[in-house]
């Protein structure tokens, strides 16, 4: 691929119970902007972004599932080609985080994940300590047992949404200079997005 108007395009899900914040994060990556209440997709929505990657495009087509949340009423085709997926929790519901390892386990019924790229995200890091119900030992002991990198965002603060994606799409290319999927790009840097320092939201260390 060594023509400079080649497109790359990556399809990436985001999956996560109810209310996490699926629609305002894609939003807010997608648009810079924050909807307290958006309407939530009918089915399933799709939105474009594309990302310049030194002298490649990346054409990102994010899948929002907002209106899809049982997971069984979401087709397999939606994975049988997606390159990445951003698995949301909310912080403030611990429902929403125990049945991350339940996601799992049904993405696995569709999907390889050794040949795939899979980000947790812990959305509303933005809310206070006292509303928290998550804690930095739980997604610790999270991201040890499932081997995936949790990093923490806030789609209404703007913190860490460009990095997620940033994440998702370092290891798709990864993954495709591993040769374990189809295609071989160079890696580049995506542009950061504004952080809040008096945020207390963290991201892990990537290997």
Known sequence: MDDEDDIMTFKILLLGNQEVGKTSFIIRFTEDKFKESPLSAIGVDIKNKEIKRKDKTILLKIFDTAGEERFRSISKNYFASADGILLLYDISNENSFKSIKEWIENIKEYINL????????????????????????????LEKNLKVKVIEASAKSNINVTESFMLII???LELKFSGKNEGRIDSVTLNNSKKNNK????????I
């Open 114 to 141: 050794s040949e795939i790229g899979l980000i947790i995200v812990g959305n509303k890091c933005d809310i206070t300590e006292e509303e928290k119900v998550v804690n930095n030992l739980m997604v610790k002991d």
């Open 170 to 172: 370092d290891k798709i």
């Open 199 to 206: 945020h207390t939201c963290f991201i892990n260390k990537i």
